[in-house]
């Protein structure tokens, strides 16, 4: 490495600690350029709706704000009323459809099952309330831009957003806090919980709206937990994962200790081999710190499973039958 080169030290570590949990939480969302943003009215029209056996697939057209609307799913279950809502996102996928269960072909269905990427359709099935809103970037939200693919379909947003001092990942995590909006209206749905989860890119949504929303009283995040320094510092990551400033309030294991002490549960491959489970244990001991301060030590977990770079269905359905 040049001299030159910048060293992801943890220089800045010790200014985690600076400030309560309230002063830090509001600092994140500054970094994320979602601070002080005014409300906006609750507007969600329905588009369509199929039956899909034990639950019914709403489509909705979201209000979130400044002339943007988002593709918001509901997989609403054939039970009475209330129903206990679960917010999950989706990672780098084509689209939403794949957490929902849709594909384009068999090979494809095979291959997101067998990693259990169809965990928005199982928690529906399971008989939660499923709200999945399509992120930033992807899906019917790709930006028109030249060459622009799915991989690479996150750059565009990501820099022009940080043009206007936002962020995209504040972008998705704003559209997930209209999302707890609209369900708040619903009477439907048990007002006193709500779940939130996602794997890979749509794990960091779970994790960073979940240090911002108190509302959400239970977390699972997939496929995402890690050092900074093991992860997006030291390897290339898409660029919806850079925030900038967000050294200044830690490491990831200090913005995941925000949750603390609502229930979090974090799933990891062992073998994921761009979220390095050395990182990963390394940041569960900060995370740890935190919930045993609070009194709460059996209210945050690590799940390591056996595979890569996947979700794992039956830990998430155990956690948020225990929480929620």
């Known amino acids: 490495m040049s001299r030159f080169d910048l060293q992801t030290t943890c220089e800045w570590h010790p200014q985690a600690k600076i400030g309560s949990v309230t002063t830090r939480r509001d600092r994140l969302a500054q970094l ?11 507007t969600a029209e329905k588009l369509q709706s199929v039956d899909c056996g034990s639950y019914i697939e ?41 957490i929902l269960g849709h594909y384009p072909d068999e090979d494809t269905a095979v291959a ?22 399509e992120q930033r970037g992807m899906g019917e939200r790709l930006t028109a831009q030249t060459n622009e693919t799915v991989p ?4 565009h947003l990501a820099f022009s957003y940080m043009l206007q001092g936002r962020t995209l990942l504040g972008e998705r995590c704003w559209d997930g806090i209209c999302a707890i909006n609209y369900l708040q209206t619903r009477a439907d749905v048990r007002q006193s919980v709500l779940g939130c989860t996602g794997h890979s890119g749509g794990g960091t949504t779970a994790l960073f709206l979940a240090a911002l929303a108190e509302r959400i009283t ?29 050294l200044a309030l830690g490491e990831m294991g200090d913005i995941a200790a925000l949750i603390a002490p609502r ?10 081999p761009i979220f390095p489970i050395e990182g ?7 995370v740890k710190r935190a919930y045993e301060e609070n009194g709460r030590a059996a209210a945050c977990q690590l799940s390591i499973h056996t595979g ?17």
Not at 112 to 133: I, K, M, P, S, T
Not at 152 to 155: E, Q, T
Not at 232 to 244: A, D, R, T
Not at 309 to 319: D, F, G, K, L, V
């Open 32 to 42: 994320l350029g979602v601070a002080r943003r005014p409300n906006v009215p609750v």
């Open 58 to 98: 709403e489509k909705y057209s979201l209000d979130v704000g400044d002339g943007v609307e988002a593709p918001m799913y509901l997989l609403v279950p054939k039970v009475a009323p209330p129903h206990t809502p679960i917010l999950a996102f989706h990672g780098h996928d084509p689209s939403v459809q794949y």
């Open 112 to 133: 997101n099952h067998n990693n259990h990427n169809n965990y928005a359709q199982a928690l529906a099935e399971a008989g939660y309330l499923v709200c999945a809103v």
């Open 152 to 155: 690479r379909s996150c750059r």
């Open 218 to 246: 239970a977390v699972v995040v997939s496929g995402y937990f890690c050092s900074f320094q093991a992860s997006i510092l030291g390897m290339p990551h898409c660029e919806c994962n850079y925030v900038p400033g967000i």
């Open 263 to 272: 229930p979090l549960c974090f799933v990891n491959g062992r073998y994921d």
């Open 280 to 286: 990963t244990i390394e940041q569960f001991a900060t």
């Open 308 to 324: 890569e770079h996947a979700y794992h269905i039956p830990t998430s359905q155990a956690w948020f039958e225990s929480w929620l």
